[in-house]
């Protein structure tokens, strides 16, 4: 009998490969849950950190900022009487004021119904109330009750730059203080751009938001238009934003920023609720209540986004509209309503009327949840990014708007003096013209390239060939537009000429309304409240009633026309002042400044407004600042644009590079212009003026003007 084959008693491998897979799970299930639970509290921690963090704490310590209420302001100013009122800008009205404590301070007292208005409070506090500078005004407080929004500044009791300027007296600005002037504004910017982190660029530089204090040093202010950069960040897409959803909450706009139902009822809400409590608020949880969970970042780059220019052009820029179809049906619809839905405001949906600006100012965020904070954001925030996919480059349009209200003064001699010079400044120009290009073309080669290497290594030879390149094109265009601007004037002239046999006589101060009601209402169609000679056109404020007390604007000089041109807000900042690039379709860079701050360096030397058409008899090419300073600089004779006021009482030479700075400024191509470091070092004599090829135009060709260009020499032929 066989015997069975006897196995060792040994033990199952089974269970052995059981405990060792089991080993394993278990380790690398603890892995994976360290690993999850890492990035967890990373993500928490990123969140809590980001949400938490005021962009200005690596340099700033987080500023207190004071809020008062509306009763204490109200008191502090005499009720906002008139008597109190120092000025009027685009989102408000200024009154002096004496706080309780004797302390002099000037209250801006916000429209209260506009967006825009609220925009430029939420920027003001967010920018500006985290800056201290001596060289930036100071801003105190806030104060938030119903529908009204105030800001409380330090006073300055030498007003605005643009009053001292253009007052008739002008006699506190002899040249020293101008040049002191200038430095100041450079120093502000060199601030702003390099010892702030992130920079933070003003956007909206002008004589206005210079405010002189006791000795005439000046002091930046309004920072309603103002963005910080964050992160290095060059172009943040704005357009990325969630514009769908933003474009959603809106049903649409009237001309001065204000939602407007289509067809439908209309009401004036309150913009938020008042708060009792707390005298003093620390002002970075409302930042952080305002710029918290995802959207942090975003929130920051979108700060200079006018709202309301950009859907007037929706509304009536309709031919130029290509993408925002939206905007441009509602546009219609508004008129087709009869345009009396401007005056009513439907300022939020529901969405937005469920924003607590208690929350937002009064407030502990921290008590807020994150979710909350994140869905609400957009509700806050939408009307930053209402610029997006639709918006339309008001750019073309400005630049057609201001084509179409150049005329010459209805000053006889002038006039006289036009058509007989004409012809012969038809051949003068083009000689001109060639030279200047010949010129154009030496500088772009030589002097030019030279520069560019010397500062920017050889690395970026190639930008800068495409730079020339472009440049070739901006020279061509030039040719034409001169051209074509010429014969422009001529037609214009014939035409008033005709208008003025007609109506024999022609006020002085109706020709600019005149003008802009004509213009606007022909060219768009526009249903406005007709003809009421109170009515002025802003980009910023919309068709406003004019104010017969503003101190800040019209009143220092008769020429309406002309201060509303070199001083109307376009959508991202003021027109004349606002940089080519940037014109309402661009991302808004330290350059832009650096460009407004040239065109402010000539209206300072020369007493000059930018765009200057009716106040007096003068040369057509005296009505450009910037166009004749490039004249002037071509022909050797610089000085000729100082203020005629200070006689020969200047310093020749700081005037001359003044000027040169300035042009230097204003070049085209934003890499070209100087820093605002070596600005500050040439203005104290520490550095020469670099050699800087000068361009010519203030704004390229765009297919628009082009083709309204092509359109119009076709009919001549
Ligand atoms: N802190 C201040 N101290 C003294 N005067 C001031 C102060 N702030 C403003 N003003 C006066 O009020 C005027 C209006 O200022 P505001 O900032 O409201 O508008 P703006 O800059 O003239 O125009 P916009 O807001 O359209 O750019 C100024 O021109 C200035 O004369």
């Known amino acids: 009998m066989p015997s069975r084959q006897a196995f060792p008693p040994s033990s199952n491998p089974r269970p052995k490969t059981s405990v060792i897979f089991l080993t394993i799970t278990t380790f690398a299930s603890a892995v994976i849950l360290c690993a999850i639970l890492y990035f967890l509290y990373y993500l928490w921690y990123s969140l809590v950190h980001r949400s938490r963090t005021s962009p200005f704490d690596s340099v700033t310590p987080l500023v207190k900022l004071q809020r008062f209420s509306y009763k204490e302001l109200k008191s502090a100013t005499q009720g906002f009487s008139e008597s109190n009122s120092i000025g009027k800008g685009g989102s408000g009205t200024v009154f002096r004021g004496i706080l309780k404590d004797g302390k002099l301070v000037a209250v801006k007292l916000l429209d209260s119904t506009s967006l825009q208005a609220e925009r430029e409070f939420q920027n003001e506090l967010q920018v500006l109330g985290v800056l201290r500078s001596p060289l930036i005004v100071s801003l105190f407080g806030y104060g938030v009750e119903k529908n009204k929004r105030l800001l409380v500044y330090e006073y300055m009791p030498n007003r605005s730059l643009q009053e001292s300027l253009f007052s008739d007296s002008n006699l506190g600005l002899n040249w020293g203080r101008r040049f002191e002037i200038i430095l100041d504004i450079a120093r502000a910017l060199a601030f702003l751009h390099l010892e702030c982190d992130p920079p933070v660029i003003h956007g909206d530089v002008k004589p206005s938001n210079v405010l002189l204090d006791s000795e005439f040093r000046a002091k930046l202010s309004d920072f309603g238009l103002s963005r910080?950069?964050?992160?290095?960040?060059?172009?943040?897409?704005?357009?990325?934003?969630d514009l769908g959803k933003s474009q959603e909450l809106w049903k649409s706009q009237d001309l001065s920023g204000n939602l407007v139902a289509i067809g439908g009822e209309s009401e004036t809400p309150a913009i938020g609720n008042p708060v009792e409590s707390a005298n003093e608020v620390d002002f970075a949880l409302a930042l952080q209540a305002s710029c918290s969970s995802k959207n942090s970042r975003f929130c920051n780059n979108v700060r200079g986004l006018s709202f309301s220019a950009m859907n007037f052009y929706g509304n009536i820029g309709n031919e130029y509209d290509s993408n925002s179809k939206n905007a441009k049906g509602k546009g219609v619809s508004i008129l087709e309503n009869g345009g009396e839905d401007?005056?009513?405001?439907?300022?939020?949906?529901?969405?937005?009327?469920?924003?607590?600006?208690?929350?937002?100012?009064?407030?502990?965020?921290?008590?807020?949840?994150?979710?909350?904070?994140?869905?609400?954001?957009?509700?806050?925030?939408?009307?930053?990014?209402?610029?997006?996919?639709?918006?339309?480059?008001?750019?073309?349009?400005?630049?057609?708007?201001?084509?179409?209200?150049?005329?010459?003064?209805?000053?006889?001699?002038?006039?006289?003096?036009?058509?007989?010079?004409?012809?012969?400044k038809m051949t003068d120009t083009s000689t001109r013209l060639d030279t200047f290009e010949e010129v154009n073309e030496m500088h772009l080669q030589e002097p030019g390239m030279e520069y560019h290497n010397k500062r920017f290594g050889k690395a970026e030879s190639r930008r800068w060939n495409i730079h020339k390149t472009k440049h070739k094109k901006m020279q061509e265009w030039w040719k034409e537009e001169h051209l074509d601007e010429l014969s422009k004037k001529n037609n214009k002239l014939n035409k008033l000429e005709t208008k003025c046999k007609k109506r024999l006589r022609m006020p002085h101060f109706d020709l600019g309304k005149r003008f802009q009601f004509r213009t606007w209402r022909k060219s768009r169609q526009l249903n406005v409240n007709k003809g009421d000679p109170n009515m002025e056109f802003s980009f910023r404020r919309g068709w406003k009633k004019k104010n017969a007390h503003s101190v800040g604007s019209d009143m220092w000089s008769g020429d309406l026309f002309s201060r509303e041109l070199s001083s109307t807000t376009s959508m991202r900042g003021t027109l004349c002042y606002v940089a080519p690039e940037y014109g309402g379709c661009g991302y808004l860079m330290e350059k832009a400044d650096i460009y407004s701050l040239g065109v402010l360096i000539l209206v300072i030397v020369s007493g000059?407004?930018?765009?200057?058409?009716?106040?007096?008899?003068?040369?057509?090419?005296?009505?450009?600042?910037?166009?004749?300073?490039?004249?002037?600089?071509?022909?050797?004779?610089?000085?000729?644009?100082?203020?005629e006021r200070m006689k020969d009482e200047y310093n020749k030479d700081q005037a001359s590079l003044c000027i040169n700075l300035a042009l230097a400024c204003l070049q085209k191509m934003p890499e070209l212009r100087p820093d605002i470091e070596d600005i500050v070092k040439v203005l104290k004599g520490e550095m020469d003026l670099p050699s800087i090829p000068f361009e010519f135009s203030p704004s390229p060709p765009s297919k628009l003007l082009s083709r309204s260009r092509r359109k119009q020499k076709m009919n001549a032929e």
């Not at 106040?615 to 600042?625: G, R």
């Open 342 to 424: 401007w005056n009513k405001f439907v300022n939020y949906d529901d969405e937005l009327s469920s924003v607590d600006h208690s929350k937002e100012l009064n407030l502990n965020a921290g008590l807020l949840p994150d979710d909350t904070m994140g869905t609400k954001q957009w509700g806050k925030d939408w009307w930053w990014k209402q610029d997006g996919s639709g918006e339309l480059c008001s750019k073309d349009y400005i630049m057609e708007w201001i084509g179409s209200q150049i005329c010459p003064s209805a000053n006889p001699d002038w006039d006289e003096e036009k058509k007989c010079s004409h012809e012969k």
């Open 608 to 643: 000059r407004r930018p765009l200057h058409v009716l106040s007096s008899p003068m040369k057509l090419e005296k009505a450009n600042l910037i166009s004749w300073c490039r004249q002037l600089a071509h022909a050797g004779n610089l000085l000729e644009l100082v203020d």
């Open 228 to 241: 910080m950069k964050i992160e290095g960040e060059f172009g943040v897409d704005l357009f990325s934003q």
